[in-house]
């Protein structure tokens, strides 16, 4: 099955391709030939994966799916949450968001966080979503140089490394993405056998 991934981010589309097997050929919007930015204008992760699915649709009526995830901080009330990618501003820069992050948090004592993911998948024109949840804690001082976005800051629960000091390998053990895109697997499977 061809399936386009909407997204130009190359870490995301490096971790999902870690995950689904062989069977499912994954093109980024690049690799597709689609020279776009998508915009997320929505104020739930759920809204915005599902309009950028829907627009690649909508474009090439090809087998699409999109996904879109937000750090969301119990102390700070969920936030940045759908806001994550641009939390300190529209320059979208993974070092601002963090340090507004960490500003934000000083003095707090609940650090417990999570990362969650919208899958949104379109198969012959019909939508359907997954989830996928990863529960953590926000570091005072960022450690590591791997990863992107909010992952020098952030430890999942059961592990001693942040994000950005694991393999891509390490990450996807605990990873919300892993496990969104391991539900969208599963129901590609019984697609393809029913
Ligand atoms: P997007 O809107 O789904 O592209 O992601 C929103 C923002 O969340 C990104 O700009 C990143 O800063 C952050 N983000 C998304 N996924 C991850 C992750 O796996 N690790 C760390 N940060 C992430």
Same mark, same amino acid.
């Given at each position: 099955m061809n399936l386009i991934f909407a997204t130009n981010n190359q870490h995301?589309?490096?971790?999902?391709?870690?995950?689904?097997?062989?069977?499912?050929?994954?093109?980024?919007?690049?690799?597709?030939?689609?020279?776009?930015?998508?915009?997320e204008p929505h104020d739930t992760l759920?809204?915005?994966?599902?309009?950028?699915?829907?627009?690649?649709?909508?474009?090439k009526q090809t087998n699409c799916f999109s996904e879109d995830t937000? *750090?969301?901080?119990?102390?700070?009330?969920?936030?940045?949450?759908?806001?994550?990618a641009r939390y300190a501003g529209e320059s979208r820069s993974f070092?601002?968001?963090?340090?507004?992050?960490?500003?934000?948090?000083?003095?707090k004592t609940d650090r417990s966080a999570r990362f969650r993911t919208v899958i949104s998948v379109i198969i012959n024109g019909l939508e359907t979503r997954f989830e996928g949840i990863c529960e953590g804690i926000i570091?005072?001082?960022?450690?590591?140089?791997?990863?992107?976005?909010?992952?020098?800051?952030?430890?999942?629960l059961?592990?001693?490394?942040?994000?950005?000091?694991?393999?891509m390998e390490e990450k996807n053990r605990y990873s919300h993405r892993r496990k969104a895109t391991?539900?969208?697997?599963?129901? *590609?499977?019984?697609?393809?056998?029913?």
């Open positions: 995301k589309a490096d971790e999902i391709r870690a995950v689904i097997p062989a069977s499912i050929s994954l093109l980024t919007l690049k690799e597709a030939g689609i020279d776009i930015d998508i915009p759920e809204a915005n994966a599902s309009e950028k699915a829907q627009v690649i649709w909508d474009m937000g *750090l969301e901080v119990t102390s700070l009330h969920g936030e940045p949450g759908v806001k994550s070092d601002d968001n963090i340090d507004k992050l960490l500003i934000n948090l000083a003095g570091l005072e001082e960022r450690r590591g140089g791997k990863g992107f976005g909010y992952d020098p800051v952030f430890i999942p059961g592990a001693d490394k942040s994000f950005a000091e694991m393999t391991e539900k969208l697997v599963a129901f *590609l499977n019984h697609l393809e056998k029913n």
